[in-house]
């Protein structure tokens, strides 16, 4: 049991002498935590008294993460179901500035009622800085990509999907030249093989998504290919509406041209000796691919 303040105050003689009250230390804390749960409400107490109490109290730093690690707590849920959290298992906090709100995010970011309570400019503080950090982009994207919104092709994800790739691409166009290449073979190796791009079709279709390498650029020129095959853009809306560039869209494995090799086989099926011009032009503007 711990003697409140105002009671020690007003009799300390009493508890000093008498009852031979200890102070209570860090120590007593992490015991106290470690058997026991608290709720969301209490964790955000925790963290602003902390960022307090260990810069005032020589060697409480050190500590830190052994504190962290003592928590347990029950996290605010509409469910019936509510799994108790580790909050030593909790790396990040998002910065909405890079990451809207609405996204799906791994278990190892704080809860949004935690964030939200105790501020980015907390949690940013230096006091804090070995417990949680920023959540860094190339780890949402490996956990963004493994979601059904980005693997599934399903119509009912369109929205969120959509977002995702915004959210991408504006990363991708933040970075210089160099880790713009880096981020982009990244999301290339995650994303090539997903169907994670929406695109307009117009025959009846199962999936509303396609993987990069099945599509082409909105804005690939392919008339001079009608009638022997079935080329798929990325959707319009994606680079009008949502401003994803084509550069980013290229990274990821959209195609810009067909492929060498299905130029070749259906040279005959184009006719092209009957009238040469359209595949002439072609080939004078085209940047043909390998695949």
């Not at 060498?260 to 032009?281: A, M, Y």
Request: hydrophobic share 40%.
């Amino acid at each position: 049991h711990v003697v409140r303040q105002i009671v020690y105050q007003n009799a300390q003689e009493y508890h000093d002498v008498l009852a031979r009250c200890s102070p209570v230390n860090l120590d007593d804390l992490i015991a106290t935590l470690a058997n026991n749960v608290i709720d969301e409400e209490m964790v955000v107490r925790l963290l602003k008294w902390w960022t307090k109490f260990s810069r005032i109290e020589p060697g409480a730093a050190s500590r830190g993460i052994i504190l962290k690690k003592s928590v347990q707590y029950l996290p605010n849920s509409d469910g019936d179901v509510v799994q108790v959290k580790a909050l030593g298992d909790v790396r990040y906090y998002v910065d909405h500035k890079v990451l809207p709100e609405g996204l799906p995010l791994p278990d190892s970011v704080l809860p949004s009622g935690i964030q939200d309570a105790v501020t980015t400019r907390v949690l940013g503080d230096s006091t804090l800085s070995s417990w949680f950090m920023p959540l860094p982009m190339d780890r949402w994207a490996e956990f963004i990509s493994a979601q059904p919104c980005m693997t599934a092709g399903q119509p009912e994800d369109e929205k969120l999907r959509t977002l995702v790739l915004s959210t991408l691409c504006k990363e991708y166009a933040s970075r210089s030249m160099t880790e713009r290449v880096l981020f982009g073979s990244k999301l290339n190796g995650l994303l090539s093989n997903k169907r994670c791009l929406p695109f307009d079709s117009q025959e009846p279709t199962n999936y509303a998504a396609a993987c990069p390498g099945e599509l082409y650029l909105n804005s690939a020129e392919l008339k001079a290919f009608d009638g022997i095959g079935s080329f798929n853009k990325v959707a319009q809306s994606l680079t009008n509406e949502a401003d994803v560039r084509e550069d980013f869209l290229l990274a990821l494995g959209v195609r810009k041209s067909i492929a060498i090799e299905f130029l070749f086989t259906n040279l005959e099926t184009l006719r092209w000796r009957d009238d040469p011009k359209p595949l002439i032009e072609y080939l004078r503007s085209a940047v043909l691919t390998r695949q």
